[in-house]
């Protein structure tokens, strides 16, 4: 294990690289502290580069934003403010308590001392800090380098599920992307948790973070397991599945990959295995059977086995005609139902690769319009939709 010095010179140097503007930085605070805090210090000490900057500050974290940057997002009841150093997004907190009037409510804060500030926070790996000026010295009270090289995610108190049901869905994220464990009384915890108490919205906003990780399938599947969320039917095999053909052109750009995650790990069902059962035996009879269907129906189709999609996908669904609606009625063809009626047999003939060109389309399209009386047994003003 490295020694004490040694983590903090490793730190100090990959906190100047990782925030080459640090001395704008330093001068914008004019002289109030500043802390590294939360994600960036975790990241940093697994070497990992961080995303953004949490900056604490034990003053009024929104002047030093002013100071910083024109462009200030600033959230005055919470006293936080985000903006950018460089290249960097950064948020910044003034040290603060948090008091929550009711289980799941937004908290009440109070301004107080990075050590209070610490307390509050979800995790031990998330309570560290680092000072940006003064004697480069790791501030961990809870020990939470300790339980980041064991592999271990640890909450600071009893009540911090209760206090923030949200954060045993954080739980699940972490756990999934760094491969954290959850330490046994903090795991006891969170199976008592009930995220009823949050807004829908808070859940989804949660959720939805969950979905877009990188370990998504690992975090939705930890979350269904730890009792959080109810999965749906087949959502353990579904998610790995749907994971790696996201990873797959032209897969990837079919859906939202957080949104096809959660519809694989939560629902609801659609016409998914309809679709991955289905065999169409022509291009137009796949176009048919595919018509509505949502991205997310698609995706998970296909990875049910729905192998007919890629085609589906990749060319069938691209195919147009040349000729649009206004060329049947400048030939004549009166407004109506007539119009859709030849369109639609001119893209299936296209489709099934029996006519091609302009002028084949609009004959065959023509053709179709102009057949009178009834089709399959339906009258003249029915377009052929149930
Ligand atoms: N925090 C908390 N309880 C919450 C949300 C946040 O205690 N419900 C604290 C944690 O200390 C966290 C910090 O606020 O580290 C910043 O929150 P956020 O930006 O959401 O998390 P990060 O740690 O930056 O994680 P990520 O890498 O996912 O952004």
Known sequence: MPTSRRIETDLGNAVSSAIPELDRLREAAAGAPLYLVGGAVRDLLLGRAPENLDVAVEGDAVAVARRLEDDVV??????????????MEIDLTSTRTESYPAPGALPVVKPTSLAEDLARRDFTVNAIAWPLQGEPELIDPHSGQADLESGLLRVLHDRSFVDDPTRALRAARYAARLGLELEPQTAGLLRATDLGSVSAERRAAELLKLASEPAAARGLQLAAEWGLVRPRHGAAELLPAVDALLAQPPWGKVA??????????????????????????????????????????????????????????????GVTLEIDGSDLISAGVPEGPAVGRGLDEALRRKL???????????????????????????????????
């Open 74 to 87: 600033e959230h005055e009841r919470f006293s936080t403010a985000e903006t950018t150093l460089g290249a």
């Open 256 to 317: 939202s990959r957080p949104r096809a995650m959660l519809v694989a790990a939560l629902g609801p069902a659609g016409r998914e295995a309809e679709l991955a059962t289905a065999g169409p035996s022509c291009p137009s009879e796949g176009v048919e059977l595919a018509r509505g269907a949502r991205p997310e129906e698609l995706v998970l189709a296909r990875a049910m086995g729905g192998a007919w999609l890629d085609d589906y996908v990749r060319e069938w669904r």
């Open 352 to 386: 099934d690769g029996e006519i091609s060109g302009r002028d084949e389309e609009l004959r065959v399209a023509l053709e179709a319009a102009e057949e009178r009386g009834t089709r399959n047994g339906a009258p003249e003003d029915d377009d052929g939709v149930a």
